[in-house]
């Protein structure tokens, strides 16, 4: 079984930075979509930034202009600089990849992908 593994996760005040990471040691992400999504304490989940599998980018509205997602090939780990964090940050963040590049278009390759642990992330006021 592929096993995700998300770090970095913390507490932060308002207007602060974290970064958090995503490695594997049996997958590797270059050339395949995968996405950082998150899930509130009573809210749905919410996908906020990915890669599609040919390298693009892409962003939730929530995110755009103060998340950054990033990928090291050399150390097969991807990573999501969040910046400015409010207090609605506050969430479990998870890293998810999709089973293969033909998964990735489905449409929904989140639904049958891998997925880490989760990491917490709490942005106090």
């Known amino acids: 079984q592929v096993q995700l593994v998300e770090s970095g996760g913390g507490s932060v005040q308002a207007g602060g930075s974290l970064r958090l990471s995503c490695t594997s040691s049996?997958?590797?992400?270059?050339?395949?979509?995968m996405g950082w999504f998150r899930q509130a304490a009573g809210k749905e989940r919410e996908a906020i930034a990915g890669?599609?599998?040919?390298?693009?980018?892409w962003y939730g509205d929530s995110v755009k202009g103060r998340f950054t997602i990033s990928q090291d090939n050399t150390e097969n780990t991807v990573y999501l600089q969040m910046d400015t964090l409010q207090p609605e940050d506050t969430a479990t963040y998870y890293c998810?990849?999709?089973?293969?590049?033909?998964?990735?278009?489905?449409?929904?390759?989140?639904?049958?992908?891998?997925w880490g642990q989760g990491t917490q992330v709490t942005v106090s006021s």
């Open positions: 998810a990849a999709a089973q293969s590049r033909a998964a990735c278009h489905s449409g929904q390759w989140w639904k049958t992908g891998f």
């Open positions: 049996d997958y590797t992400f270059n050339g395949n979509c």
């Open positions: 890669f599609y599998s040919g390298g693009t980018t």
